[in-house]
């Protein structure tokens, strides 16, 4: 079969999904080892019997409503290329906004002194998107990426190798139950936050992802709650925390940080102009 041919039936048979196009693109040039242009450069090539039974395979997934990036292995974000799991959760766009608000506060002036040492904890960190993000921007920093599950561990450290990152490691703890006696300059978190009876939970890539990385009490803030509750402790003077959140829990996000003693909270858009990450200030 040609690749033209391949992409036109893969594209009939994703019809009704959300981005059949991209999809098959993404698939079939994941099959072939090759980047997307080459699919429109070498439209007359032909797929190998192999992988047009490869293809096939990952379009009868897809078609099923599994998420192309637990087909491939692999998403990209930040400016890193992570493997994926089903133990884990997809990394999001929106979860940028949290790299990016968490890196403008850690390279403000007021801090640029200590650059050398900020250390760093990412609580839940899955892939280990955000550590990974954060350990690459910012080399001299030391990034801790924990989570509670060893398969998640295992993922992040072969993600740190992955894009040659050796300023993050990567240990299991719930939450902060193995991070006695460690200070950070800075925790950043995005921790399951959805209403465990969410319509949300039965539509598209969410059924596919675990319920242990998406689902936190009937309000979805049990876990910030736990760990606003819990960061004060594990950071230093004027350290900051800083949570990815669901759309509507930016105010109860913020009361719950004042209440706890944190200060300049202040709550940031997605980019679907959503509040969607809130940071607070530890009084020094
Ligand atoms: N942002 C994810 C979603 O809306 C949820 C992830 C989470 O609970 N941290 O699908």
């Known amino acids: 079969m040609r690749i033209d041919t391949a992409l036109g039936w893969a594209i009939s048979q994703l019809e009704g999904g959300e981005s059949p196009s991209v999809d098959a693109k993404v698939l079939l040039a994941h099959i072939l080892n090759q980047s997307q242009t080459y699919l429109f450069t070498w439209p007359d090539k032909t797929l190998s019997p192999q992988q047009q039974q490869q293809f096939e395979h990952a379009v009868k997934e897809r078609q099923a409503g599994k998420p192309v990036a637990y087909i491939i292995g692999q998403r990209d974000f930040w400016t890193l290329s992570l493997g994926t799991s089903p133990h884990t959760l997809i990394p999001r766009p929106d979860t940028e906004v949290l790299v990016e608000r968490a890196l403008a506060w850690l390279q403000q002036p007021s801090q640029s002194h200590l650059n050398h040492e900020l250390e760093i904890c990412d609580l839940g960190t899955g892939t280990g998107a955000i550590a990974l993000s954060l350990a690459a921007e910012l080399p001299k920093c030391r ?34 139950s193995a991070l006695d006696g460690y200070k950070f300059d800075a925790i950043v978190s995005n921790p399951p936050y959805i209403e465990t009876t969410s319509p949300y939970l039965l539509e598209g890539d969410v059924r596919f992802e675990p319920s242990s990385a998406l689902t936190s009490g009937v309000d979805g803030l049990d876990d910030i709650r736990h760990i606003i509750h819990s960061a004060p402790s594990f950071l230093k003077a004027s350290g900051m925390l800083a949570f990815e959140h669901g759309f509507d829990q930016a105010e109860q996000v913020q009361q719950l940080l004042r209440q706890a003693g944190f200060i300049d909270v202040v709550s940031y858009k997605d980019y679907g102009g959503n509040d969607r990450v809130t940071l607070g200030q530890i009084s020094g």
Not at 145 to 161: I, P, Q, R, W, Y
């Open 143 to 176: 990034v801790i990426g924990v989570d509670f599950l060893d398969e998640a561990v295992h993922l992040a450290t072969s993600n740190a190798k992955r894009n040659s990152i050796t300023n993050a490691t990567f240990i299991q703890s719930d939450w902060f």
